[in-house]
Antibody, heavy 116, light 107 residues
């Protein structure tokens, strides 16, 4: 069926890196822009990044620009988020979302906990 | 960057009540305004896009309106399954900023 499934979350020490993946199925992944959104525990939604269908347009929120890198593999139908220099403030559930626009399909999220 | 401010942050209502949530932008950006519902422990769900277009499968008791800097989500008759947090989002250009959320609970 049409779905997005995130993976790669876990517990990581401050200053370390982590790569999240978002596997798509049931739709033509290469036709859609994609986004990453996060939600800190008990907090609201925070938009992080978008990548166009062909990777020609990439945008970031100020809070992650220079530390996070979004990318995609249209052959494998996977979206990625490379996260570097992680801090406790990056602890959150990370969602990938399809760009209809706006975000009409969301994954279930993957939890990233930054802690020593 | 444009900031999105929702009001109220929390509201308590009864079944059948008409509920209105407001989203105010720090400057105008057109009509690329969306509303999402996030039930407790669940994934966000798109309700409305382009200010007033109902997403597929969303009950007709939900409606959206607005222009300029002020936008509104209305639930015409609150139902038990509507207990959730609601978020507005601008999606004209990056950053696709969300409002801080409005939590809707029953009295």
């Amino acid at each position: 069926q049409v779905q997005l499934v995130e993976s790669g979350g876990g517990v990581v020490q401050p200053g370390r890196s982590l790569r999240l993946s978002c596997a798509s199925s049931g739709f033509t992944f290469r036709a859609y822009a994609m986004h990453w959104v996060r939600q800190a525990p008990g907090k609201g939604l925070e938009w992080l990044s978008l990548i166009s269908y062909d990777s020609s347009n990439i945008q970031y929120a100020d809070s992650v620009r220079g530390r996070f890198t979004i990318s995609r593999d249209n052959y494998k139908n996977i979206l990625y988020l490379e996260m570097n220099s992680l801090t406790a403030e990056d602890t959150a559930i990370y969602f990938c979302a399809r760009d209809k626009p706006p975000n009409d399909l969301w994954g279930q999220g993957t939890l990233v906990t930054v802690s020593s | 960057d444009i900031q999105m401010t929702q009001s109220p942050s929390f509201l308590s209502a009864s079944v059948g009540d008409r509920v209105t949530i407001t989203c105010r932008a720090s400057q105008g950006f057109g009509n690329k305004l969306a509303w999402y519902q996030q039930r407790p422990g669940k994934v966000p769900r798109l309700l409305i896009y382009t200010t007033s277009t109902l997403h597929s499968g969303v009950p007709s008791r939900f409606s959206g309106s607005g222009s300029g800097t002020d936008f509104t989500l209305t639930i015409s008759s609150l139902q038990p399954e509507d207990v959730a947090t609601y978020y507005c989002q601008k999606y004209d250009i990056a950053p696709w900023t969300f409002g801080q959320g409005t939590k809707v609970e029953f009295k």
